[in-house]
């Protein structure tokens, strides 16, 4: 999935979403919301495909279990850090 204004999906689909991320910065993508109508399915970092340092690829994949309209948010940020540098936001549509 790409960011998009909106994407629609039926009961039971899955919704990818790939975050580019370097772990070795600090910067790690987590999902703050995606409403009562997606639930989490995985949620791993891909290793990078060149050398030390590269970024990586954060995975995130959701069902759909209610039709509904979700509005799914991602936060980049530092544990250690008060507020997120970049936000994504997705809307999805469940039919």
Known sequence: MTD??????GVGDEVVIRLPENGTTGYVWSLRDSGDELELVEDKLTPPHRGVGAGGER????????????????ELARA???????????????R
């Open 59 to 74: 995975l995130i994949k959701l069902r759909a279990i209610a039709p509904a309209h979700a509005e799914v948010v991602f």
């Open 80 to 94: 250690w850090e008060k507020a997120p540098i970049e936000e994504r936001r997705y809307s999805v549509v469940v």
């Open 4 to 9: 998009r204004d909106e994407i629609e999906v």
